[in-house]
């Protein structure tokens, strides 16, 4: 029978970014015995789950982005045994875990695919994926002119002259969910993973899978490569994706009917409107979606008010929780992201992560954490052109919202790279290179200074997990100066951030109970956010 207490909804969750969080067999990759030994520092941090990034067989043309076998373990990071002695040693601490599952396109590896190349057009291998003739006099030209997101067409051509569709890269062919060989498919890799323990699927490129039939083309082809974002409504948001949401909802809810234990479905849904956005957490359909708006918006009260505001009118009232998130593998760090354009040294960028990072925890649903986050990284954004990885840059040549600046591995201690992340041979390098102010943020400096960023995030989870007026429910906005926003949860607790620089008149008296920075009673200083218990 299930608990009528519904973990995911207000739950902590740590993204933890596999090949770049903790490397046990020193080739400079992070993997799974790396995650499993540092599940007691996410225990003392205090998160109520984790998010595994992709880590099955692939050629890594995209991180694991392009899976070759949804089954299995790729051997960079381990093995299926190592693999169920992670579960079992988060089972232990009573932390959940989340899979990185990636439905709307697999790797050019996958036998699959193979098989289509090697096959005749038209041919049953060929449906499962979106072949299609090319146009002009001799069908040299691609079917429609969309272009991928990571740059160039979204076309490649094979040697019978045919032409497959990637929304990504040619390495990532896409799907052909109105072939039901692969809904089908998809239902045996759940159950796979389920049957294995998880705790629930992160669901990659929610809003895609299904494509116009037609394939026509694009009043705007470039939209994807220009916003790096789903925008091309021919390619993503088909009405008939609820229909797979509605069918993987119904496989986890029977996991759940036989112990209780709910399977969480949580969607990385890009769509233009919150609107859009709760028609995929209605009640039969995935639990929560990544709310990307808040991670969008600028270092501006209005524009979080808006935000927020619009989150809790349309996706609440689904009877869903909203899902926040500031940072995550994609974006560009929240201290640097809020830190431009002040001088570099200032502080603000910091100031204001932290800042942000309290209303985060103070908002009704659930919060997710980007590995890296909770020290205060900052994007590394100086990464020499030799080492850039990520396939933006590959296809494009350009630095334009590459992501390998986020992705470097976590400093865990000492003075110098590797920081503890890797072990083995003296002079084993992690595989994109620390910087050297990374000593500054090491775990272990961290968790000594009561004033870190670590602390911060600790101190907050804990009063989140122990104050019953945070977590799940309702907000009120209160009266506040201009450039602060204040609002009220259950009986009387008050979270308020000034987003200018000057103080402001704190909205209640007193000693704040958490703040992000130094703030006496009476004042809420520039870049501060802080929390209140009062009789209001």
């Known amino acids: 029978m299930l608990s009528k207490y519904h973990w995911w909804r207000d739950a902590v969750i740590y993204q933890v970014y596999v090949r770049s969080f903790l490397d046990s067999t020193g080739d400079g990759v992070g993997d799974l015995a790396g995650v499993r030994a540092g599940l007691p520092y996410l225990k003392k941090l205090g998160v109520d789950g984790i998010w595994l990034s992709p880590f099955y067989p692939s050629p890594q043309h995209d991180h694991g982005y392009d899976v070759a076998d949804y089954r299995d373990v790729d051997p960079l990071f381990g093995d299926l045994a190592e693999f169920d002695l992670l579960m079992a040693a988060a089972r232990r601490l009573g932390i959940k875990v989340l899979l990185d599952i990636v439905p709307n396109h697999c790797s050019s590896e996958h036998p699959w695919f193979r098989e289509a190349l090697a096959a005749a057009p038209g041919s049953p291998a060929r449906a499962r994926f979106h072949f299609a003739a090319g146009r002009g006099p001799d069908g040299s030209e691609p079917p429609n002119n969309w272009h991928a997101m990571f740059g160039g067409p979204a076309w490649?051509?094979?040697?019978?002259?045919?032409?497959?569709?990637?929304?990504?890269?040619?390495?990532?062919?896409?799907?052909?969910?109105?072939?039901?060989?692969?809904?089908?498919?998809?239902?045996?890799?759940?159950?796979?993973?389920?049957?294995?323990?998880?705790?629930?699927?992160?669901?990659?490129?929610?809003?895609?899978?299904?494509?116009?039939?037609?394939?026509?083309?694009?009043?705007?082809?470039?939209?994807?490569?220009?916003?790096?974002?789903?925008?091309?409504?021919?390619?993503?948001?088909?009405?008939?994706?609820?229909?797979?949401?509605?069918?993987?909802?119904?496989?986890?809810?029977?996991?759940?009917?036989?112990?209780?234990?709910?399977?969480?479905?949580?969607?990385?849904?890009?769509?233009?409107?919150?609107?859009?956005?709760?028609?995929?957490?209605?009640?039969?359909?995935?639990?929560?979606?990544?709310?990307?708006?808040?991670?969008?918006a600028p270092w501006d009260a209005d524009a979080f008010r808006k935000v927020i505001s619009e989150a809790m009118q349309d996706i609440a009232g689904t009877g869903s929780t909203v899902t926040w998130v500031l940072n995550n593998h994609d974006q560009v760090r929240t201290v640097t992201r809020y830190g431009e354009p002040a001088p570099e040294g200032s502080g603000l960028g910091a100031a204001r992560a932290r800042a942000a990072a309290l209303l985060m925890l103070a908002l009704p649903g659930a919060a997710y954490i980007y590995q890296g986050e909770e020290l205060g990284l900052p994007e590394v954004v100086d990464l020499p052109d030799d080492v850039l990885t990520d396939p933006i840059f590959r296809r494009t040549g350009s630095r334009a919202r590459i992501r390998d600046g986020c992705r470097v591995p976590l400093p865990w201690s000492g003075q110098a790279s590797p920081f503890g992340f890797t072990s083995g041979a003296e002079g084993a390098k992690p595989w994109l290179p620390q910087p050297d102010y990374f000593a500054e943020y090491a775990t272990d400096r961290a968790l000594a200074d009561t004033r870190s960023f670590w602390h911060l995030y600790r101190d907050g989870l804990q009063l989140r997990s122990s104050l019953p007026q945070l977590g799940e429910g309702t907000l009120d906005w209160l009266d506040a100066p201009p450039g602060v926003l204040a609002f009220a949860r259950g009986d009387g607790l008050v979270c308020a951030v000034n987003f200018g620089t000057a103080g402001a008149p704190a909205p209640v008296p007193g000693t704040p109970l958490l703040s992000s920075g130094p703030c006496p009673p009476g004042v809420l200083p520039g870049a501060t956010a802080a929390w209140w218990l009062t009789d209001l």
């Open 156 to 296: 490649t051509r094979v040697d019978d002259g045919q032409w497959y569709l990637h929304m990504f890269t040619p390495e990532q062919p896409d799907w052909n969910w109105r072939n039901p060989e692969i809904p089908d498919e998809f239902d045996r890799v759940l159950r796979f993973w389920l049957d294995r323990g998880v705790d629930g699927f992160r669901i990659d490129v929610a809003a895609g899978l299904y494509k116009h039939p037609g394939l026509p083309d694009s009043d705007d082809p470039e939209a994807d490569a220009r916003t790096r974002d789903s925008v091309n409504p021919l390619a993503w948001n088909q009405p008939e994706v609820h229909e797979v949401w509605r069918r993987w909802r119904s496989i986890c809810d029977e996991y759940a009917d036989r112990d209780g234990r709910e399977r969480l479905l949580v969607g990385e849904v890009s769509v233009p409107t919150a609107r859009e956005h709760a028609l995929y957490v209605r009640p039969d359909e995935l639990h929560q979606a990544f709310f990307f708006d808040l991670l969008g």
